[in-house]
């Protein structure tokens, strides 16, 4: 960039310093013309206009010619026919040449071109008397010869131009592109760039925008990346969970079928080793009910309409009636009437159930459950075992269970509190937690877009 200025300002320079000259050689040439014309005048003073055509001749050409210090002298006739000249010899009519006819109808004419006959330039200059017309004509140069001789003097100038101008185009160019070196820097190194001057400050808003979108990006990806990877273990957490979950009630089914079918199990064992069997299949069939109705909640697209909530809170309420009392848990509640969400019947029940059977199945025996529902909230409350700080962000895990003894009883398996998390998210309701380790939890619905 710094080449491209120097050499544009070299030849803007070079291109205004050779008009200047053309122009220049033009405007001297003109002066020297009308300085001419009137020395030529002047010239003509001395010729004795009292001498009749008959008189004019050579000699008195030449002397003439003398007199005014060299100066070509032509008689011509009236008509412009040659009569004699001090420097040329050629006797052909000058009738024809600009300078005489003007002369012949106006009374003098002016010309400068290059001899005909002597082949150098002239400035010419005729005029009428009595019968006969005088020419005095004065060496002088051309326009050519004018550029010519100024040649070696242009080209000195251009010289001197392209010294100067390249040198001080390398450092004028230094002063104005430090800014924006220090404007790249900024950018390369990722820092906000501030201009120096104002006129690059819309060139730094650009790149200032053009930083942080790029930033954005870079942490879009990381997040992406981080989300491909947490992905990859929740998948593979998934399938170890699934695996053992499974992987228990199928040995003990196994294990009896083997010894059913070997007959080593009679009567009263066997109809207990059957019943067995009965309960891990029902176990093995609850558990893949949940992970089903776990995996369909992302792919669920059903419209909404208006739920009552109320009614929805007290039928679970007393459908848990038998779990209160074979826990021994008091339930303390506060359903406010009226209370419509915009939702599914089937959203809002499994929401409010499985946070209300949590209360009740890690509560402790002769301790209490607070629900409270109203049409900003809902909130349970228990005086349970309460969950460890550093189980507190993994409760919402697939699977996981704060009190391993708990799993697999009542359809339990870890799932619940996700599938909550999941249903919460699709509505858009805020789902909270606090808790302390054998004290209790309170969970809390915030119905912020209900």
């Not at 003109?30 to 001749?57: C, G, I, K, P």
């Not at 010294?163 to 592109?177: E, H, N, Q």
């Not at 120096?196 to 790149?207: R, S």
């Not at 109203?374 to 507190?392: A, C, K, P, R």
Request: with cysteine; aromatic share 8%; proline share 2%.
């Amino acid at each position: 960039m710094k080449k491209r200025i120097m050499w544009t300002g070299f030849a803007i320079t070079a291109i205004a310093l050779i008009v200047f000259s053309v122009i220049s050689a033009e405007i001297y040439y003109d002066n020297d013309v009308t300085y001419s014309q009137r020395y030529l005048r002047a010239y003509m003073a001395a010729f004795d206009d009292s001498l009749s055509a008959e008189q004019l001749d050579g000699e008195y050409a030449r002397q003439l010619s003398e007199a005014l210090g060299g100066a070509r002298v032509t008689f011509l006739t009236a008509d412009g026919a040659f009569i004699a000249d001090s420097e040329d010899e050629d006797d052909a009519s000058r009738a024809m040449r600009p300078e005489v006819r003007q002369a012949i109808a106006e009374g003098e004419g002016f010309d400068a071109r290059v001899s005909q006959t002597l082949g150098d330039t002239f400035l010419y200059y005729c005029k009428r008397f009595d019968g006969y017309l005088v020419r005095i004509a004065e060496r002088t140069q051309s326009m050519w010869s004018i550029y010519l001789d100024a040649l070696p003097a242009v080209a000195i100038f251009l010289a001197a131009d392209a010294l100067v101008c390249l040198l001080l185009s390398y450092l004028s160019t230094g002063f104005i592109l430090r800014p924006l070196d220090r404007l790249a820097k900024d950018a390369a190194c990722k820092r906000r760039v501030v201009p120096t001057v104002p006129e690059l400050t819309q060139f730094a808003q650009i790149i200032n925008r053009m930083n942080e979108a790029a930033e954005e990006r870079v942490q879009e990806i990381a997040a992406e990346r981080e989300q491909v990877v947490r992905a990859q273990q929740s998948k593979d957490e998934f399938i170890a969970n699934v695996t053992h979950e499974m992987n228990t009630p199928l040995t003990s089914i196994r294990g009896f079928a083997e010894l059913l079918a070997s007959g080593g199990m009679e009567g009263e064992r066997a109809q207990r080793a059957a019943q067995t069997i009965l309960t891990q299949s029902e176990r093995l069939q609850s558990l893949v009910a949940s992970i089903i109705n776990y995996s369909e909640i992302d792919s669920e697209d059903l419209p909404v309409y208006e739920v009552d909530a109320s009614r929805i809170a007290r039928d679970i309420l007393a459908a848990l009636t038998p779990e209160f009392r074979e826990k021994k848990v008091v339930l303390l509640s506060e359903i406010k009437e009226g209370v419509m969400l915009m939702s599914r019947q089937e959203r809002v029940t499994e929401i409010f159930g499985n946070i209300i059977r949590n209360a009740i199945r890690y509560n402790r025996e002769g301790g209490s459950v607070s629900v409270l529902l109203t049409q900003e909230e809902f909130t349970v409350s228990d005086t349970g075992i309460g969950i460890s700080e550093e189980n507190l962000e993994r409760i919402f895990d697939r699977f996981f269970t704060v009190d391993k003894s708990h799993n697999g009883k009542n359809g339990g398996f870890g799932l619940g509190l996700s599938v909550v998390k999941k249903l919460c998210k699709k509505q858009g309701w805020a789902l909270t937690v606090e808790s302390r380790e054998g004290e209790g939890s309170t969970f809390r619905i915030a119905f912020s877009a209900s």
